[in-house]
Every structure is written in structure tokens, then in C-alpha cells.
């Protein structure tokens, strides 16, 4: 009867591991369709972005569904000439953070990797700017997306 209990929580304990792993394998996935997405130029289609993602099309279905479910503007056109394409027509309005906000999205950053792509690194770089005062346009020398580890304090 023990012997079960302890196989039981080894199990449940592996699959929870092995969700986190796939929650962040979906969360890089999602960010490299966003920068490809970014990217001038026509619509995608699902089947092109599967191809440079490694990925089935029903997994970019997924993963365009959850991005716009979570306010991304991505819109979906069906179709032989459809495909998606991120809405960014306009300029991002600024946006204003207190202390905890940006702390809170520096270890998010963190536990995703603020090298996963492009706009995280960049994204990670002016929200530790900002948090110690700096221009959030301008890179750091001394504190840079590489002085946060995985718990989001500084190193």
C-alpha cells in the first residue's frame, strides 16, 4: 500500500514537471510567432508558420487562438489567400508601471528567458532600465536582462 502512495506521488509529480516544461515550450513557441508575425509583409498562412515554428498547423491554431484570447490583435482571415497577421497599426500608447508591475514582469521574463527572442530581450532590458532609473531606451552597461536569474532578483 505504501509502496503505490509513493508511485502515485512520483507520477503526479513528474507530470506536473513535465507540464511546466511544455507550458514553457508553448510560451517560447508563442513568442516566435509574435516575432515572426511582427515581421512586414503579407499574411501567414498557418501551414508556413507551422514550418518555421516545427510544428502542425492545428498547433498554430492553438497557439494564434490563445495569443488573441489574451488580447494580442492578431486577426485570422480563412481561406486559400488567408492566413494571420498581427494588427499593429499605431503606435503602442505608453504605458505606466509602479515598482511591483515592472518587478512582476521582470520575473515572468525571467522565468520564460529574456533571451528567448528579440522583443523579450528588449523588453527586458527597459523594464530593469527602468527600474533603476535609467532611460528605458537606452542599453545598460552595468545591468542588463543577464543580471536577473530566474527568481527575478537581481544578481
Do not use: W
Not at 65 to 82: C, D, F, K, Y
Amino acid at each position: 500500500m505504501v509502496r503505490i502512495c509513493v508511485m502515485q506521488v512520483m507520477t503526479t509529480a513528474a507530470a506536473a514537471s513535465r507540464d511546466a516544461h511544455l507550458t514553457l515550450r508553448r510560451v517560447e513557441r508563442q513568442q516566435h510567432l509574435i516575432t515572426i508575425l511582427s515581421r512586414k509583409g503579407p499574411r501567414h498562412t498557418f501551414q508556413e508558420l507551422a514550418d518555421e515554428v516545427g510544428v502542425t498547423p492545428r498547433t498554430i491554431a492553438r497557439d494564434i487562438q490563445r495569443l488573441r484570447h489574451s488580447g494580442v490583435p492578431i486577426s485570422v482571415t480563412p481561406g486559400r489567400a488567408g492566413g494571420a497577421l498581427l494588427e499593429a497599426t499605431t503606435e503602442p500608447a505608453p504605458v505606466q508601471l509602479d515598482f511591483a508591475e515592472i518587478a512582476a514582469l521582470i520575473s515572468s521574463l525571467a522565468a520564460v528567458g529574456p533571451t528567448v527572442s528579440e522583443p523579450a530581450q528588449s523588453a527586458m532590458t527597459k523594464l530593469v532600465n527602468a527600474l533603476s532609473g535609467q532611460d528605458s531606451n537606452c542599453p545598460s552597461s552595468s545591468l542588463t536582462a543577464a543580471s536577473i536569474n530566474v527568481s527575478g532578483q537581481y544578481t
